[in-house]
């Protein structure tokens, strides 16, 4: 919502000075002194911006605060944009924004997002140290900055005069070449030591293909891998145990996640609905008998204990059908 | 200041004829080191090789001796064949201390004083060397006792002949640890250890006055070489300063030579084996003092005052060790009295002046050969008695130990000044020269030489019944500790024969060097010519109380000692003999003054360092401890507490800025 | 308005992050109360090169920018290292610093 007015009154801000995009720093900073438009920005901004980063020391969930912060530094963006460092925005969008804080976000997926914080404090005393600093802090940070004594802005004119971007890039790459080159070795290394940190040490052999199936050999598992999940396109159907060639379904074959949740269908169902496939019935009433499904599922799910699952209808089926198949299965 | 306008008016009086004197080199001075280096090499020698120079070591110290001798008796033949003007040699070893301001050259000084003494210390030490040989042949260590002798010769010799008071500190320390080493050379017996230190803690206050005086003269004359200090003091230093630093060298002296009031280690020293209590403890150690004072006489002569506190405090002992040695029924203890008594009279010489100086350095050589002589017949008596040392338990030895009788008695005859022995004319010189008036003053020549006179007799008085208690009356010993009878016998031939040698010094020195006063002439560039001045009374006057005061003293013994029954038990005695049989309470006052107050305020001492200074180091560590237990809390772990902290801290900071710049 | 406004929200946000690290025991938050500071202190940066017509304010951002990255991959790994060691990520569970 805040985002979208400040959007808007940059949208404004934009408009009112946009002959080119390159003629924007040099019309805003012209005379050093800040515009119109960029107080009405700023007005806009600045609030959005406060009030954001209070969702800092109040939000409850860490996710809320990096969104607040997040939104603090966009609009640290446009207040860049509206200073005349047109780079230095990008660049506070595509890293800050774009980089750092979707690394945050990252490492609150990989420790929890629903890790609640909880504002009691367990340290005596830091509660109101640590407001009393705070606020102690600001009002001194207000007194250096009412008590300093400026020079008259003279703005970025002549330094933009190059347009932003290449007035910077002689800087870095001509004065401070040095720092560029030594901030990049900091980059290396710092990417280097996240990765010695987060590496995790093999504390046991590596179990490979081979010795999971030779494992399985050993101990006399199953070999093969395990059965499909039946699939009778009912919803995802995923839920649904394979049966076996005595028509008996196969636990193993539902995902153990299903399975835990006990989400599992009932195999007596399908199997009532097969024989009623094979009497010839298909789903020829499938429709009408959508209230009758509804009657009938109430009882087989107090059944499958009592009624060993669906054997002697499907061995009906099997006998009925007449196929050639299963016999010759069962002759094997 | 009127002894000042004397040596102005009589440049003859003037006592250092030749401060600095001529460069040695060549001849007989190209060996001369020879004296000191023979029996320091000997020592060391003894002592790094231990053990395996147990058969031979004690004739390698008699052969360092007497070669020190052969050296010291060469450079006296050389010094004789110059003119008097011209007896004073310089022999520079090199340069040894130069630091700064303070240059100092490492040299012996051969003149007539210092060649005395190199002739006097080794002949004698000579003679005790053999002694020794056989009076401890006993002894599982006489190699070391060997080695500490020769040491102290080296020592001893070296502070006689080095030409700067820093150099004579290096052998007065010398023989002070000598003394120490050869006190305690018992030193499993507890007593003869303590003796040891005690004489080793009274000569180290002496050595304090010495250093002190040599600070004053450093800081005063900027050398401390005898050429210049000694040349002109008067033009150096103010009198006052001058009697600093003589008081000084006093106190140095008292400490070497026992005198009041640091006497009472000598004493006690006599539990060294008794060749060290002939050679250190009466011949040559002893008179360490009366050398010192007779060397710097310059400075005294320029100082009355200190040269006044010198005569008294030579009184003083004068009468005190006769008093002693009175009372005394330990053969040694008597003559170790004795020679305290005796070095009062030095010193006493020596305070005179350069009138006394000659008779100082004189009576100093003849009590040399008599004492020792008389040391070696007592050590000689204790080796026929079995160690007895009590004299109580003598008596009639004469018949038994003739030789022993013969020497001790020349020695005896000697000390009590009887004409013709050596005594005779060094201490009658005393006596007449303590009453020649100083600067006028009659009453100090009626009072020292009255102090003298009296010594006299007392004198004779203890020595008579040292003699008589020993040798005759009848005889008292005890039986042995298995019941047999004690056979006194006469002593080896190793050690007869040095105590008859100095038994013929005792006898004939005096009278060979008196002669057309030989000696004083000899010593006359060192300390000066001295116009003849009459005492207040007469000489013959002098001569004739003296030997009058003498043969009082020695009736008076014989009738009590020799023709009467002498007690084996101790009688009880007059108030005097009681105090002086405890030295005069001289141990109970150091106690009293000294000891007992030190040991309070060692006391207090480590009282306040416990509870002073161990408290307040204590009370930083417990307070440390506490401090820490306390910022300890602040080390909570948490890391946002120490973020609080230091963002605390920043705006603290950022106010105090905020606040200095407004 | 002046650019004195810039500066003063700066500080505003500053001590909101100051006071995020201080008062938020998830570290995730904490951290991301370091990164307002940073933020904010680029937001001075800024203003301050737009006041002195000097584009250093901003390279010196850009390098803070780049430092920031690199100590929240650090810190980030620190974090899921932490957390993958204790189940937590409260830096007060993190208190060995004290004995």
């Given at each position: 919502?805040?985002?979208?007015?400040s959007?808007?009154?940059?949208?404004?801000?934009?408009?009112?000075?946009?002959?080119a995009?390159?003629?924007?720093?040099?019309?805003?900073?012209s005379?050093?002194?800040?515009?119109?438009?960029?107080?009405?920005?700023?007005?806009?901004?600045?609030p959005?911006?406060v009030?954001?980063?209070?969702g800092l020391?109040f939000?409850?969930?860490?996710v809320?605060?990096?969104?607040?912060?997040?939104?603090?530094?966009?609009?640290?963006?446009?207040?860049?944009?509206?200073?005349g460092?047109?780079?230095?925005?990008?660049?506070?969008?595509?890293?800050?924004?774009?980089a750092?804080?979707?690394?945050?976000?990252?490492v609150?997926?990989?420790v929890?997002?629903?890790?609640?914080?909880s504002l009691?404090?367990?340290?005596?005393g830091?509660?109101?140290i640590g407001?009393?600093a705070?606020?102690g802090?600001?009002?001194?940070?207000?007194?250096v900055?009412?008590t300093?004594a400026?020079?008259?802005?003279t703005?970025?004119?002549?330094?933009?005069?190059?347009?932003?971007?290449?007035?910077?890039?002689?800087?870095?790459?001509?004065?401070?070449?040095?720092?560029?080159?030594v901030v990049?070795?900091?980059l290396?290394?710092?990417a280097?030591g996240?990765?010695?940190?987060?590496?995790?040490?093999r504390?046991?052999?590596?179990?490979?293909?081979?010795?999971?199936?030779?494992?399985?050999?050993r101990?006399?598992?199953?070999?093969?891998?395990?059965?499909?999940?039946?699939?009778?396109?009912?919803?995802?159907a995923?839920?649904?145990?394979?049966?076996?060639?005595?028509?008996?379904?196969?636990?193993?074959?539902?995902?153990?996640?299903?399975?835990?949740?006990?989400?599992?269908?009932?195999?007596?169902?399908y199997?009532?609905?097969i024989?009623?496939v094979?009497?010839?019935?298909?789903?020829?009433?499938?429709g009408t008998?959508?209230?009758?499904?509804?009657?009938?599922?109430?009882?087989?799910?107090?059944?499958p204990?009592?009624?060993p699952?669906?054997?002697?209808?499907?061995a009906?089926a099997?006998?009925?059908?007449?196929?050639?198949?299963?016999?010759?299965?069962?002759?094997? | 200041?009127?002894?000042l306008?004397l040596?102005?008016t009589?440049?003859?009086v003037?006592?250092?004829?030749?401060p600095a004197?001529?460069?040695?080199?060549?001849?007989v001075?190209?060996?001369a080191?020879?004296?000191?280096?023979?029996?320091?090499a000997?020592?060391?020698?003894?002592?790094?090789l231990?053990r395996?120079?147990?058969?031979?070591?004690?004739?390698?110290?008699?052969?360092?001796?007497t070669?020190?001798?052969?050296?010291?008796?060469?450079?006296?033949?050389?010094?004789?064949?110059?003119?008097?003007?011209?007896?004073?040699?310089d022999l520079?070893?090199?340069?040894?201390?130069?630091?700064g301001?303070l240059h100092?050259?490492?040299?012996?000084?051969?003149?007539?004083?210092?060649?005395?003494?190199v002739?006097l210390?080794?002949?004698?030490g000579?003679?005790?060397?053999?002694?020794?040989?056989?009076?401890?042949e006993?002894?599982?260590?006489r190699?070391?006792?060997?080695?500490?002798l020769?040491?102290?010769?080296?020592?001893m010799?070296?502070l006689?002949?080095?030409?700067?008071?820093?150099?004579l500190?290096?052998?007065?320390?010398?023989?002070?640890?000598?003394?120490?080493?050869?006190i305690?050379f018992?030193?499993?017996?507890t007593?003869y250890?303590v003796?040891?230190?005690?004489a080793?803690?009274?000569?180290?206050?002496?050595?304090v006055?010495?250093?002190?005086?040599?600070g004053?003269m450093?800081?005063?004359?900027?050398?401390?070489?005898f050429?210049?200090?000694?040349?002109?003091?008067?033009a150096?230093a103010?009198?006052g300063?001058?009697?600093?630093?003589?008081?000084m060298?006093?106190?140095?002296?008292c400490?070497?030579?026992a005198?009041f009031?640091?006497?009472?280690?000598?004493?006690?020293a006599?539990?060294?084996p008794t060749?060290?209590?002939?050679?250190?403890?009466?011949?040559?150690?002893?008179?360490?003092?009366?050398?010192?004072?007779?060397?710097s006489?310059?400075?005294?002569?320029?100082?009355?005052?200190?040269?006044?506190?010198?005569?008294?405090v030579?009184?003083?002992?004068?009468?005190f060790g006769?008093?002693?040695g009175?009372?005394?029924?330990d053969?040694?203890?008597?003559?170790?009295a004795?020679?305290m008594?005796?070095?009062?009279?030095?010193?006493?010489?020596?305070?005179?002046?350069?009138?006394?100086?000659a008779f100082?350095i004189f009576?100093?050589?003849?009590?040399?050969?008599?004492?020792?002589?008389?040391f070696?017949?007592?050590?000689?008596?204790?080796?026929?008695m079995?160690d007895?040392v009590?004299?109580?338990?003598?008596?009639?030895?004469?018949?038994y130990?003739?030789v022993?009788?013969?020497?001790?008695?020349?020695?005896?005859?000697?000390?009590l000044?009887?004409?013709?022995?050596?005594g005779?004319?060094?201490?009658?010189?005393?006596?007449e020269?303590?009453f020649i008036?100083?600067?006028g003053?009659?009453w100090?020549?009626?009072?020292?030489g009255?102090?003298?006179?009296?010594?006299?007799?007392?004198?004779a008085?203890y020595?008579?019944?040292?003699?008589f208690?020993?040798f005759?009356?009848e005889?008292?010993?005890t039986?042995?500790?298995?019941?047999?009878e004690?056979h006194?016998?006469?002593?080896?031939?190793?050690?007869?024969?040095?105590?008859?040698?100095?038994?013929v010094?005792?006898?004939?020195?005096?009278?060979?060097?008196?002669?057309?006063?030989?000696?004083?002439?000899w010593?006359?560039?060192?300390?000066?010519?001295?116009e003849?001045?009459?005492?207040?009374?007469?000489?013959g006057?002098?001569?004739?109380?003296?030997?009058?005061?003498?043969?009082?003293g020695?009736?008076?013994?014989?009738?009590?000692y020799?023709?009467?029954t002498?007690?084996v038990?101790?009688?009880?005695?007059?108030?005097?003999?009681r105090?002086?049989?405890?030295?005069?309470?001289?141990?109970?006052?150091?106690?009293?003054?000294?000891?007992?107050?030190?040991?309070?305020l060692?006391?207090?001492?480590?009282?306040?360092?416990h509870?002073?200074?161990?408290?307040?180091?204590?009370?930083?560590?417990?307070?440390?401890?506490?401090?820490?237990?306390?910022?300890?809390r602040?080390?909570?772990?948490?890391?946002?507490t120490?973020?609080?902290?230091?963002?605390g801290?920043?705006?603290?900071?950022?106010?105090?800025?905020?606040a200095?710049?407004? | 308005?002046?650019?004195?406004h810039y500066?003063?929200l700066?500080?505003?946000?500053?001590?909101?992050?100051a006071?995020?690290?201080?008062l938020?025991?998830?570290?995730?938050?904490a951290?991301m109360?370091?990164?307002?500071?940073?933020?904010?202190?680029?937001?001075c940066?800024?203003?301050?090169?737009?006041m002195?017509?000097?584009?250093?304010?901003?390279?010196?951002?850009?390098?803070v920018?780049?430092?920031a990255?690199?100590?929240?991959v650090?810190?980030?790994a620190?974090?899921?290292?932490?957390?993958?060691?204790?189940?937590?990520?409260?830096?007060?569970?993190?208190?060995?610093l004290?004995?």
């Open positions: 919502m805040s985002a979208a007015l959007a808007a009154a940059l949208a404004a801000d934009l408009t009112s000075s946009l002959p995009v390159g003629a924007l720093p040099r019309a805003v900073d005379a050093g002194d800040p515009s119109t438009a960029e107080a009405v920005l700023f007005w806009v901004l600045a959005v911006m009030l954001a980063s209070l020391l939000a409850r969930k860490a809320h605060a990096a969104l607040s912060v997040i939104l603090v530094m966009i609009c640290l963006a446009f207040m860049y944009v509206t200073q460092a047109v780079f230095l925005g990008v660049v506070q969008v595509v890293v800050y924004t774009g750092i804080m979707m690394l945050f976000l990252f609150l997926m990989l929890g997002v629903s890790t609640a914080d009691v404090e367990t340290i005596r830091q509660r109101w407001w009393v705070g606020l802090l600001l009002v001194v940070l207000a007194g900055i009412g300093a400026y020079p008259e802005p703005g970025l004119g002549s330094a933009n005069e190059a347009s932003n971007p290449v007035g910077i890039a002689h800087l870095i790459f001509g004065r401070y070449v040095f720092a560029m080159e990049g070795a900091l290396v290394t710092a280097l996240a990765l010695v940190y987060t590496h995790r040490r504390l046991t052999p590596r179990l490979g293909q081979r010795e999971r199936a030779e494992a399985r050999v101990d006399g598992q199953h070999l093969a891998p395990l059965p499909a999940p039946g699939v009778y396109a009912k919803h995802n995923m839920d649904v145990p394979a049966l076996d060639p005595y028509g008996q379904p196969i636990e193993s074959s539902v995902p153990r996640v299903l399975r835990v949740r006990g989400q599992e269908a009932d195999a007596a169902e199997a009532a609905r024989d009623r094979l009497a010839g019935k298909a789903a020829v009433d499938r008998s959508a209230s009758d499904e509804q009657g009938t599922t109430a009882p087989p799910h107090a059944e204990q009592s009624a699952i669906g054997e002697p209808r499907i009906d099997v006998a009925g059908v007449d196929a050639g198949a299963p016999d010759s299965e069962e002759g094997k | 200041m009127h002894s306008a040596a102005a009589l440049p003859a003037s006592p250092v004829v030749n004197g001529a460069t040695a080199s060549g001849g001075w190209s060996f080191w020879l004296v000191v280096a023979l029996p320091l000997s020592a060391a020698v003894l002592l790094l231990g395996r120079a147990d058969r031979w070591g004690h004739w390698l110290g008699v052969l360092a001796s070669g020190a001798f052969v050296v010291g008796l060469l450079a006296m033949l050389e010094v004789l064949g110059q003119a008097a003007s011209s007896r004073v040699w520079r070893l090199g340069t040894w201390i130069d630091a301001a100092l050259d490492a040299g012996l000084r051969f003149d007539p004083l210092s060649l005395t003494f002739l210390v080794t002949f004698v000579t003679l005790i060397h053999v002694y020794s040989v056989a009076y401890m006993h002894d599982t260590d190699r070391r006792f060997f080695a500490y020769n040491l102290f010769v080296a020592a010799l070296l006689v002949l080095a030409d700067s008071f820093v150099l500190f290096v052998g007065w320390e010398g023989v002070g640890l000598a003394s120490y080493l050869l305690g018992w030193n499993h017996n007593p250890a003796a040891a230190k005690k080793f803690v009274a000569n180290r206050v002496g050595d006055g010495l250093l002190v005086a040599m004053l450093f800081a005063h004359f900027g050398a401390l070489d050429g210049t200090v000694l040349a002109d003091p008067a150096h103010s009198e300063t001058l009697t600093a630093i003589g008081l060298l006093l106190l140095a002296a400490g070497k030579s005198q009031p640091l006497q009472s280690w000598l004493g006690d006599m539990a060294g060749p060290v209590s002939a050679l250190i403890h009466a011949a040559t150690m002893v008179t360490a003092g009366v050398y010192l004072i007779v060397r006489g310059a400075i005294f002569e320029a100082a009355p005052s200190a040269q006044l506190v010198v005569v008294v030579g009184a003083i002992t004068l009468l006769a008093i002693v009175c009372a005394k029924d053969i040694k203890k008597a003559l170790a004795s020679t008594s005796q070095i009062g009279y030095m010193v006493l010489a020596a305070g005179l002046g350069p009138v006394g100086y100082a009576h100093l050589v003849t009590h040399g050969f008599f004492k020792a002589g008389m070696l017949g007592a050590g000689s008596v204790m080796h026929g079995d007895q009590d004299m109580r338990r003598f008596g009639g030895l004469a018949r130990m003739k022993t009788w013969i020497t001790f008695m020349m020695g005896w005859l000697a000390i000044g009887i004409p013709p022995f050596s005779f004319f060094s201490k009658d010189k005393i006596i020269a303590a008036p100083t600067d003053a009659q100090r020549a009626w009072v020292f009255t102090v003298a006179l009296v010594g006299a007799g007392i004198t008085f020595m008579s019944r040292l003699f208690m020993t005759e009356g005889r008292r010993w039986t042995r500790k298995d019941g047999s004690q006194p016998h006469e002593s080896p031939a190793l050690m007869t024969w040095p105590m008859i040698v100095l038994a010094g005792s006898v004939g020195l005096g009278l060979f060097l008196a002669l057309g006063n030989r000696f004083t002439g010593l006359e560039p060192v300390t000066g010519h001295v003849h001045e009459e005492p207040v009374l007469p000489a006057v002098l001569i004739a109380l003296t030997l009058t005061v003498v043969v009082v020695l009736v008076l013994a014989w009738r009590r020799a023709t009467a002498v007690p038990v101790p009688p009880l005695g007059t108030a005097l003999t105090a002086a049989r405890v030295d005069l309470y001289q141990d109970a006052v150091n106690d009293a003054v000294l000891v007992e107050p030190g040991q309070h060692t006391r207090s001492l480590v009282y306040a360092d509870a002073v200074v161990d408290g307040g180091v204590k009370g930083v560590t417990h307070a440390t401890v506490g401090l820490g237990a306390l910022l300890r602040l080390q909570t772990g948490y890391v946002r120490y973020a609080a902290t230091m963002l801290g920043l705006v603290v900071l950022l106010v105090v800025v905020l200095v710049q407004s | 308005m002046t650019l004195t500066l003063v700066s500080g505003i946000l500053f001590s909101i992050g006071a995020a690290v201080l938020r025991r998830n570290a995730i938050i951290f109360g370091v990164e307002l500071m940073l933020n904010a202190t680029n937001l940066l800024v203003t301050f090169s737009r002195h017509g000097e584009l250093t304010g901003q390279v010196l951002a850009f390098f920018m780049v430092v990255a690199a100590e929240v650090v810190g980030l620190i974090i899921v290292a932490i957390f993958r060691t204790r189940r937590s990520a409260s830096i007060d569970d993190v208190n060995l004290k004995s």
